[in-house]
């Protein structure tokens, strides 16, 4: 009998682009993965509109004062802060779209689920999916930024250090993201922090591989939020593989070749 093939860091990498075939070969997948986009344009735009606002009010005395220098002043810091505005709405945006998104991204997860031969999951209040996605967020962001930080101080004290703390940065990052999207799979099978560190242990080499790959789309501006609803797919699709592998190794079977097919 031959021994259970494990699933490994190539399944993890390809598994985000696999999800992107099932969305984009799903029309039904399309209304629940335009979301996520759809609420960072419209957060972006009124932030960013409020900011504008604001901006022009606190510049409205220099912008039409009698003197020339105040007002090339006004507008000097007119433009600076409607600059600031947009910046900031961006992030918000950014930082807030997936959370909000999380009923619509748990709907992707059960279509990918139900195409595969899963089950249904018990449906979660939307603001309890809110809510989750929200603190996982958080949290990842906090994660991450505070390994970053850590890392940049060991190059400013050596900076030969940026050799090996540079790639080392986004493999971290990289898996804290795959933290981030797995998520939506694992949360639907009410898995606690403690069960989801523990899948996180017995498939490192797949979680990195699906982290690195979501993690190099990230790095293009705004990208990863058009990918994030194949990234759920293609996390369900790792965890439901990886409950196959377990069951079929339990059985000391071979695990079937077409799981992440």
Known sequence: ???????????????????????????????????????????????????????????????????????????????????????????VGLALAQPLSGPALDAIVERQELALGGRAHPKHPALATMLRGLRVNLLSLAATLSVIALLTLVEFAFAPAAVVTTPLKFVLSSLVLAWDVVDYPLGLRGMGVRARLAWFRAHVG????????????????????????????????????????????????????????
């Open 206 to 261: 797949l979680a990195l591989g699906f982290g690195l790959s979501l993690g190099l789309v990230f790095l293009v501006p705004c990208a990863g939020l058009l990918l994030l609803p194949a990234g759920v797919a293609g996390a369900t699709r790792i965890v439901i593989a990886s409950e196959r592998e377990d069951a079929a190794r339990a059985l000391g079977s071979a695990r079937p070749p077409w799981l992440l097919d």
């Open 1 to 91: 009998m031959p021994a259970p093939r494990t699933l490994g860091f190539v399944d993890g990498a390809l598994a985000p682009w696999r999800g992107l075939a099932f969305v984009l070969g799903t029309p039904s997948t399309w209304p629940y993965a335009a979301v996520p986009a759809a609420i960072f344009v419209v957060l972006s735009a009124a932030i960013g509109a409020l900011g504008v606002t604001l901006a022009q009010h606190a510049t409205e005395s220099l912008a039409s004062a009698g003197s020339a220098w105040l007002v090339a002043g006004g507008w000097a810091l007119r433009v600076v802060l409607w600059l600031l505005a947009a910046a900031v709405a961006v992030l």
